[in-house]
């Protein structure tokens, strides 16, 4: 079987936020729209806190979430207690030629600080929302070749869809 490839799919503000007190911070249903669109059929990886914020498993996707508790188990999703092994175990989940890590910043920052992610999916909403969490400086880790940016406005919002490789 050929490398997956594997991405990080997130919604950021101009100064990479992306949370406050567990929550979005923006909720924008074309953002919604691609997530799904991207993510069906291919196995998702999360923190226990981010699973906490949205509350429920995730459909037509392998879930697997990464947590540090043995005795945290939830119906319809796979345990973890690394990044690594939950890519180890999305390997072998359907749609293994891609595969999602969805947050939150600490799963953000290991995969990226561990080289293990090829593509970014992001959606850069403009604006400062007065975040408490933060992605990190992806230029930093070499993504700067933009395969899409596709500049959009809805529902109060400016952003774009940008996708970046290495």
Excluded: C, W
Excluded at 23 to 44: N, P, Q, V, Y
Excluded at 45 to 71: E, H, K, Y
């Amino acid at each position: 079987m050929n490398k997956p490839k594997i991405s990080i799919i997130v919604a950021i503000d101009e100064k990479r936020g992306i949370g406050k007190n567990n929550e979005l911070l923006f909720k924008i249903s074309e953002d919604f729209k691609r997530m799904r669109t991207l993510t069906s059929g291919h196995a998702i990886i999360m923190g226990r806190r981010t699973f906490a914020s949205i509350g429920r498993v995730l459909p037509n996707r392998t879930n697997i979430i990464v947590t540090r508790d043995p005795d945290f188990n939830i119906a319809g999703a796979t345990m973890s207690f690394s990044v690594e092994d939950a890519l180890e175990k999305a390997k072998n989940a359907p749609g293994a030629d891609e595969i999602f890590i969805f947050g939150g910043g600490q799963i953000f920052k290991e995969a990226l600080e561990k080289g293990l992610v090829d593509r970014l999916y992001l959606t850069v909403v403009k604006g400062d929302y007065g975040a408490d969490t933060f992605f990190p400086d992806y230029e930093a880790f070499g993504f700067n070749k933009i395969i899409e940016n596709d500049e959009r406005e809805a529902e109060g919002y400016r952003y774009s869809f940008l996708t970046l490789d290495k």
